[in-house]
């Protein structure tokens, strides 16, 4: 069985930074693509990073150059730096992780979110 477990969110003015982890557990052989996704209020959830086993990144226009996704595939950990934080920013974030367990087939696995609220 498998759990992603996120920490790090919280509150933070504008133009403050905050770090979000994503950690998952269990019986894992393989990890694939982790992304992080957000959802705001009264609006739907976005795909805001992504990276590839390989570490290709993509990246929602209105956070490129300000937030940063990376890997640790000997913790099965996948984070998010946010820079330059914007009120818009603010939303609930959830991690994302494709992951094969042992031999079987490759299943989506989702965090429990976290809250980043950004305001002076």
């Known amino acids: 069985q498998v759990q992603l477990v996120e920490s790090g969110g919280g509150l933070v003015q504008p133009g403050g930074s905050l770090r979000l982890s994503c950690a998952a557990s269990g019986s894992i052989s393989s990890i694939g693509v982790m992304a992080w996704y957000r959802q705001a209020p009264g609006k739907q959830r976005e795909l805001v990073a992504s990276i590839t086993s390989g570490e290709g990144t993509n990246y929602v226009d209105s956070v490129k150059g300000r937030f940063t996704i990376s890997r640790d595939n000997a913790k099965n950990t996948v984070y998010l730096q946010m820079n330059s934080l914007k009120p818009e920013d603010t939303a609930v974030y959830y991690c994302?992780?494709?992951?094969?367990?042992?031999?079987?087939?490759?299943?989506?696995?989702w965090g429990q979110g976290t809250s980043v609220t950004v305001s002076s």
């Open positions: 994302y992780q494709n992951i094969r367990r042992g031999s079987f087939s490759w299943n989506n696995y």
